[in-house]
């Protein structure tokens, strides 16, 4: 393939590029293979790629770059929570996380984020398609909550996000998750968005007094949207203020 000239550079960096983006987080090993360039070719692909600001390396490895700002701590009684920029390696904590959260039944939104995240194996994306981004509370180097918002890159659609949010148990009534709520918020004011959306079945009560907490109202209401243990159960959609 080092045989190819240069016309072909431009196809052959987006494919490295969105290798490295299906798989989440790539050595530079495993891309020579899967690529089968020639190693200084690719070396000066990766350079370029992260260079531009669209792969960033982390302990020898690549990944997607998104700027979605620092880590902040912030000391809440007899713990320290930071509020930072999710990392590949974090997947394992945010998807056992979501599965917690989920186990009711009753946050169907997230359940499918952990779904998609089981499917792809990756974390973040920022393509044609869609860009998602996932800020992360964590305890004593542990994941304890997250915060997602998936943005479609759409003209009709890319002033809006769907945002999930969740804390394992022990964590929650401390105001981590309004801290996750307030970085999403921010971040999305920073990328111009205008609108932030959820939606929950109206038995997650819990969910739906948390956003009326923060701010959010209710757009609407789809009966019968969803049905649990065989009942149909209301669709509550809610929209956040920015």
Same mark, same amino acid.
């Given at each position: ?5 240069p ?10 590029y969105? #290798? ?12 020579? *293979?899967?690529?089968e360039?020639e190693?200084r ?6 350079s370029?790629?992260?260079?531009d600001?669209?792969l960033e ?6 990944e997607?770059a998104?700027?979605t700002?620092?880590?902040?701590e #912030?000391?809440?009684?007899e713990f320290t929570?930071?509020i930072?920029?999710?990392r ?10 979501i %599965?917690? !959260? !989920?186990e009711?039944? *009753? #946050?169907?939104?997230a ?6 995240l089981?499917y ?7 393509n044609? /398609? ?5 800020f ?6 542990d994941?304890v909550?997250? !915060?997602?918002?998936?943005v ?7 002033? *809006?996000?769907?945002?999930?949010i969740g804390?394992?148990?022990? #964590? ?10 307030e %970085?999403?918020l921010?971040w999305a %004011?920073?990328?111009g968005?205008t ?7 109206a *038995?997650?009560t819990?969910?739906i007094?948390? /956003?009326e ?7 609407? !209401?789809?009966?019968?949207?969803? %049905?649990?243990?065989?009942d149909?159960v ?9």
């Amino acid at each position: 393939m080092d045989s190819l000239g240069p016309v072909d550079l431009e196809a052959e960096r987006q494919r490295v590029y969105e #290798y490295v983006e299906r798989h989440g987080r790539v050595s530079r090993d495993e891309l020579q *293979t899967a690529m089968e360039y020639e190693s200084r070719r690719l070396g000066h692909h990766l350079s370029m790629l992260t260079r531009d600001g669209y792969l960033e390396r982390h302990d020898g490895a690549f990944e997607i770059a998104l700027d979605t700002g620092d880590e902040e701590e #912030y000391e809440l009684g007899e713990f320290t929570a930071t509020i930072r920029p999710a990392r590949q390696d974090d997947i394992g904590g945010i998807v056992g996380t979501i %599965r917690q !959260v !989920v186990e009711a039944g *009753t #946050y169907i939104e997230a359940e499918s984020v952990a779904q998609q995240l089981d499917y792809e194996g990756s974390l973040l994306r920022h393509n044609e /398609f869609e860009s998602r981004v996932f800020f992360v509370a964590e305890v004593e180097d542990d994941v304890v909550g997250w !915060v997602h918002l998936d943005v479609p890159e759409l003209d009709k659609l890319d002033h *809006t996000a769907e945002v999930t949010i969740g804390l394992v148990e022990e #964590y929650r009534g401390n105001g981590i998750g309004r801290l996750l709520i307030e %970085r999403a918020l921010a971040w999305a %004011r920073e990328e111009g968005l205008t609108k932030l959306y959820n939606n929950f079945p109206a *038995t997650n009560t819990a969910a739906i007094e948390f /956003f009326e907490a923060c701010g959010a109202a209710v757009e609407a !209401v789809r009966e019968g949207h969803y %049905r649990i243990d065989g009942d149909p159960v209301d669709e509550v959609m809610m929209e956040l203020p920015l």
